[in-house]
């Protein structure tokens, strides 16, 4: 595992699919650190085994096929979603006590910070109105490619985002994504970005200083 830091926060990268159970122990010690003793917020960027999750959300008539594959109860918000390799996911664990005390703020800015990333690549991606989550293409080719979810405890943030970069699509079948059953979902590969794993990762991290700027902006300072 790959450890750096970026203004002066904790950056780490998974080589290897992680445990989904480990993923959120780990998440909890870390955020009860940063909460009771100053540890150092963190960025985890890591894949998981193919797995659903369901949110505090989640409708089980949304649940297709609950044999498929191993299926969690999450304390983000949200509803059902997919996990599995190819699937970037980044794990943020930051302290809003600091950063405004903003939880739409924080659900926006990071919304901001994947599109921009994404755009780097070559992506247009946008937010709608009305639905959580990052979204590309118009008409009969809009689809989702990444999911934003995210739990706060005593104002230190917990889970966060996941962009579809090669997964196996099919895999999506087994839930209704997000609960939207009326749009796709696609991928950087669908989209003929191929092997973009790492220009993601590096594009989260070059556009890692605006989603920072754009908590700042809402805090008053004395």
Same mark, same amino acid.
């Given at each position: 595992?790959?450890?750096?830091?970026?203004?002066?926060?904790?950056?780490?990268?998974?080589?290897?699919p992680?445990? $989904?159970?480990? +993923?959120?122990?780990?998440?909890?010690?870390?955020? +009860?650190?940063?909460?009771?003793?100053?540890?150092?917020?963190l960025?985890?960027?890591?894949e998981?085994?193919?797995? $659903?999750?369901?949110?505090?959300?989640?409708?089980?008539?949304?649940?297709?096929?609950?044999?498929?594959?191993?299926?969690?109860?999450?304390?983000?918000?949200?509803?059902?979603?997919?996990?599995?390799?190819?699937?970037?996911?980044?794990?943020?664990?930051l302290?809003?006590?600091?950063?405004?005390?903003?939880?739409?703020? $924080?659900?926006?800015?990071?919304?901001?910070?994947?599109?921009?990333?994404?755009?780097?690549?070559?992506?247009? +991606?946008?937010?709608?109105?009305g639905?959580?989550?990052?979204w590309?293409?118009?008409?009969?080719?809009?689809?989702?490619?990444?999911?934003?979810?995210?739990?706060?405890?005593?104002?230190?943030?917990?889970?966060?985002? +996941?962009?579809?970069?090669?997964p196996?699509?099919?895999?999506?079948?087994?839930?209704?994504?997000?609960?939207?059953?009326?749009?796709?979902?696609?991928?950087?590969?669908?989209?003929?970005?191929?092997?973009?794993?790492?220009?993601?990762?590096?594009?989260?991290?070059?556009?890692?200083?605006?989603?920072?700027?754009?908590?700042?902006?809402?805090v008053?300072?004395?």
């Amino acid at each position: 595992m790959d450890h750096s830091s970026l203004s002066g926060i904790e950056w780490r990268h998974a080589e290897n699919p992680v445990d $989904y159970a480990a +993923a959120v122990a780990l998440m909890e010690e870390r955020v +009860a650190a940063i909460r009771a003793h100053g540890a150092p917020e963190l960025v985890w960027l890591l894949e998981h085994p193919a797995l $659903y999750t369901a949110g505090t959300s989640a409708d089980p008539a949304e649940l297709l096929n609950a044999d498929r594959f191993p299926v969690y109860k999450s304390g983000r918000g949200g509803r059902y979603t997919y996990h599995g390799p190819g699937q970037r996911i980044g794990y943020v664990m930051l302290d809003l006590e600091k950063r405004g005390r903003d939880i739409r703020r $924080y659900v926006n800015a990071m919304e901001q910070w994947v599109i921009a990333s994404l755009g780097d690549l070559g992506v247009s +991606a946008r937010q709608e109105p009305g639905r959580i989550g990052i979204w590309t293409g118009h008409g009969p080719d809009e689809a989702k490619i990444g999911a934003i979810g995210v739990r706060v405890r005593r104002w230190v943030t917990m889970h966060g985002f +996941a962009v579809n970069v090669s997964p196996d699509m099919d895999h999506f079948g087994g839930i209704v994504p997000c609960g939207i059953a009326d749009y796709g979902v696609t991928s950087l590969e669908k989209l003929g970005l191929v092997n973009a794993g790492g220009l993601l990762d590096q594009a989260l991290k070059n556009n890692f200083e605006g989603f920072l700027s754009a908590l700042d902006d809402g805090v008053v300072r004395s």
